[in-house]
């Protein structure tokens, strides 16, 4: 499996990003996809999931502003952020995950720098 993100760039504070993670095959496979983010020095954090049955869950710091969705037509989840702040600079990385057979995957990550 391979998940190939994208969207990630540039953005002044307020403003908004979509990131997209497009997986090599049919994500009806996982059980649950997400998107996590590491800013400089942190752990990594988990920022919005979407199970297969469309469930969706989010951090605290993000309610209100971003929305995760899933398009099984391209294979593809997306994360839509609005009203950007500082403090969303990070590293994004979708990952997929599905408990039986047992796989967790990651993607290679794209860097959402917010400017004040």
């Known amino acids: 499996v391979q998940l190939q993100a994208s969207g990630g760039g540039l953005v002044q504070s307020g403003g908004s990003l979509r990131l997209s993670c497009a997986a090599s095959g049919s994500i009806a496979r996982f059980n649950s996809m997400a998107w996590y983010r590491q800013a400089p020095g942190q752990q990594r954090e988990l920022a919005a999931h979407?199970?297969?049955?469309?469930?969706?869950t989010y951090a605290d710091s993000v309610k209100e502003r971003f929305t995760i969705s899933r398009d099984s037509a391209k294979n593809t989840v997306y994360l839509q952020m609005n009203s950007l702040k500082p403090d969303d600079t990070a590293v994004y990385y979708c990952?997929?995950?599905?408990?039986?057979?047992?796989?967790?995957?990651w993607g290679q990550g794209t860097l959402v720098t917010v400017s004040s």
């Open positions: 990952n997929a995950f599905r408990l039986q057979p047992y796989f967790n995957y």
């Open positions: 979407i199970t297969s049955g469309g469930t969706t």
